[in-house]
């Protein structure tokens, strides 16, 4: 059963009794029938036996027969481009003005 609550929506993912995505945090930027979540998070490396450098996803989701159901992702595979998109914002926030 999917979650019914935009305030229950995670990253979180187990896999064979293993957190393989752990939430770390999560700023909701919308709601409603449609909600957008951006998380920070980290996988488990099962390699190292430890968990990755941390990651960001930004995730849509619509709200349908009164669960939430993912519809499209966008995931920053690093803290560099995580700051290259806070830079290309800030820059075009800054145009607008």
């Known amino acids: 059963m999917g ?4 305030e229950d929506l995670t990253v ?8 393989v995505s752990k939430q770390l945090d999560k700023v909701i930027l919308t709601k409603g029938a449609w909600s957008t979540i951006i998380y920070r998070y980290q996988d488990w490396d099962r390699r190292k036996q430890e968990y990755g450098p941390e990651k960001y996803s930004i995730r849509r989701y ?4 009164g669960e939430y159901q993912q519809k499209s992702k ?7 481009q995580a700051q290259k998109i806070i830079n290309a914002l800030e820059s075009w926030i800054k145009e607008g003005e």
């Open 12 to 19: 979180d993912y187990m896999e064979d009794g293993q957190l």
């Open 62 to 65: 619509q709200k349908r027969n």
């Open 74 to 80: 966008f995931n920053i595979s690093s803290r560099d």
């Open 3 to 6: 979650a019914t609550d935009v």
